[in-house]
């Protein structure tokens, strides 16, 4: 949906798969204040998948600029890094990396011991062949999207403190250039002997799906019972099944498979773009007035419900099936 905007009274009715809700473009939050509003996912989009930022290739000046305004975000919302700083380091060659992790303590006694990583990676691929002149692949839905995402349920759960489960917000670069980044972290909380429950990574969420379809969709659905506990946490149909997923081995893809070959648990990718609903994949028109804001702030406030289900199962509920 381009240009949606500018920020008046309106009021909007969204539909998607027969659910509806509103959404306020002027107002700072929904009906719970602690909700997820329009107006942050369209800065934070806007800012991420700018021109400014040059396409977010690893190791370029503007990733570092989007690896500064992931700390901001975390630093205003007392989000704690889990390491010593934000940043973990690590290197492709000659070119030095940053992985961005935020972490939260959950608040119960004996289940905080247990973590739920909520990733995305900010990278992109810089600049590509020259469109109409342009040449910056701004990677507004790849992966600015999911990014915006984990950042504004790191800003949720900050306020809120409903977490038992310890939270690590994960955002990683040199995903375009083979999963590196989360390659490293994963390795490095696999030696850090980290509890991990579950991983779930948020890849392309700017478009919506057709109304007839299920909202997103789960990478590698057959190899746990992930999608359907979600979908009962939330008392929706949230997540589903797509063939393509299988067909193009999204599973192994995406920020998600180093996880699962590390601690061998349930780990998966969720995604809104299912190859019929968007042109841009890797070209200069991946811009954020592409997106459909709309969708996103309400694919964000209804996966709350499921991922706090998920966070806060006395037992771990979410396995991996028998293969």
């Given at each position: 949906?381009?240009?949606?905007?500018?920020?008046?009274?309106?009021?909007?009715?969204?539909?998607?798969?027969?659910?509806?809700?509103?959404?306020?473009?002027?107002?700072?939050?929904?009906k719970?204040?602690?909700?997820?509003?329009?107006r942050?996912v369209?800065?934070?989009?806007?800012?991420?998948?700018?021109?400014?930022?040059?396409?977010?290739?690893?190791?370029?000046?503007?990733?570092?600029?989007?690896?500064?305004?992931?700390?901001?975000?975390?630093?205003?919302?007392?989000?704690?890094?889990?390491?010593?700083?934000?940043?973990?380091?690590?290197?492709v060659?000659?070119?030095?990396?940053?992985?961005?992790?935020?972490?939260i303590?959950?608040n119960?006694?004996?289940?905080?011991?247990?973590?739920?990583?909520?990733?995305?990676?900010?990278?992109?691929?810089?600049?590509?062949?020259?469109?109409?002149?342009?040449?910056?692949a701004?990677?507004?839905?790849?992966?600015?999207s999911?990014?915006?995402?984990?950042?504004?349920?790191?800003?949720?759960?900050s306020?809120?403190?409903?977490?038992?489960?310890?939270?690590?917000?994960?955002?990683?670069?040199?995903?375009e250039?083979?999963?590196?980044?989360?390659?490293?972290?994963?390795?490095?909380?696999?030696?850090?002997?980290?509890?991990?429950?579950?991983?779930?990574?948020?890849?392309?969420?700017g478009?919506?799906?057709?109304?007839?379809?299920?909202m997103?969709?789960?990478?590698?659905?057959?190899?746990?019972?992930?999608?359907?506990?979600?979908?009962?946490?939330?008392?929706t149909?949230?997540?589903?099944?797509?063939?393509?997923?299988?067909?193009?081995?999204?599973?192994?893809?995406?920020?998600?498979?180093?996880?699962?070959?590390a601690?061998?648990v349930?780990?998966?990718?969720?995604?809104?773009?299912?190859?019929?609903?968007?042109?841009?994949?890797?070209h200069?028109?991946?811009?954020?007035?592409?997106?459909?804001?709309?969708h996103?702030?309400?694919?964000m406030?209804?996966m709350?419900?499921?991922?706090e289900?998920?966070?806060?199962?006395?037992?771990?509920?979410?396995?991996?099936?028998?293969?």
């Amino acid at each position: 949906m381009k240009k949606i905007f500018s920020l008046l009274v309106v009021v909007f009715v969204f539909g998607c798969g027969g659910q509806k809700q509103i959404i306020s473009a002027n107002s700072n939050s929904t009906k719970n204040s602690n909700h997820i509003n329009l107006r942050d996912v369209k800065k934070n989009l806007e800012f991420l998948a700018s021109d400014d930022l040059e396409g977010r290739k690893t190791g370029g000046k503007g990733i570092e600029k989007a690896a500064v305004f992931i700390e901001n975000i975390f630093t205003e919302n007392n989000i704690k890094p889990y390491f010593k700083t934000y940043r973990d380091t690590f290197n492709v060659k000659e070119v030095i990396g940053y992985n961005v992790v935020g972490f939260i303590e959950g608040n119960d006694s004996n289940l905080k011991n247990e973590f739920v990583i909520l990733g995305a990676h900010y990278d992109h691929i810089g600049n590509v062949k020259t469109i109409n002149g342009d040449s910056i692949a701004n990677g507004a839905n790849d992966d600015a999207s999911g990014t915006v995402a984990v950042l504004e349920w790191a800003k949720y759960f900050s306020k809120t403190k409903t977490n038992k489960r310890s939270l690590l917000f994960t955002l990683y670069s040199a995903e375009e250039m083979g999963l590196k980044g989360s390659e490293h972290l994963a390795k490095r909380l696999k030696q850090a002997n980290i509890d991990l429950y579950t991983m779930i990574n948020f890849e392309m969420i700017g478009v919506p799906r057709l109304d007839n379809k299920i909202m997103s969709y789960l990478t590698g659905y057959e190899k746990s019972n992930m999608a359907e506990t979600l979908n009962n946490y939330g008392g929706t149909e949230l997540v589903g099944f797509l063939p393509k997923a299988n067909e193009f081995k999204l599973f192994r893809r995406s920020d998600n498979f180093p996880f699962y070959k590390a601690f061998k648990v349930p780990a998966h990718a969720i995604s809104t773009f299912d190859f019929t609903n968007f042109d841009y994949y890797h070209h200069v028109d991946d811009e954020a007035d592409n997106m459909d804001l709309i969708h996103m702030t309400y694919f964000m406030n209804k996966m709350i419900p499921a991922l706090e289900g998920m966070i806060n199962a006395d037992t771990k509920e979410i396995k991996i099936n028998n293969e």
